[in-house]
């Protein structure tokens, strides 16, 4: 059974940086080497494992990829914390009252 990985890398300039991989130690590798200078990550070297899940659905590891990156900020901080819980709270939109 193959694995797939969902990730989050920090970059140098304090951004995140979620990608998917069957090969997590290669593209760990590839991301710090600067493999693709085309990358986001290329000029944000050095780059740190934050996070990892691990998939056997390819499918639901790329939903999973897709939906983190639409995250903001503190939502993927929470879950790199492994703070679960303040997940829900931080998908909720803040509305101004008029």
Same mark, same amino acid.
Request: no cysteine; aromatic share 12%.
């Given at each position: 059974m193959k694995i797939y990985y969902v990730y989050i890398l920090k970059c140098s300039d304090n951004t995140y940086y979620t990608g998917i991989t069957s090969n997590l130690t290669k593209r760990i590798v590839?991301?710090? &080497?600067? =493999?693709? =200078?085309? &990358?986001?990550?290329?000029?944000r070297r050095p780059i740190n494992l934050e996070f990892y899940a691990e998939f056997t659905d390819v499918n639901l590891a790329t939903q999973s990829e897709k939906q983190i990156k639409k995250w903001s900020r503190a =939502? =993927?901080?929470?879950l790199i914390k492994n703070e679960f819980e303040k997940l829900p709270n931080l998908a909720k939109k803040k509305f101004n009252n008029y």
């Open positions: 590839e991301h710090n &080497s600067g =493999k693709h =200078k085309d &990358s986001y990550t290329f000029k =939502k =993927k901080e929470a």
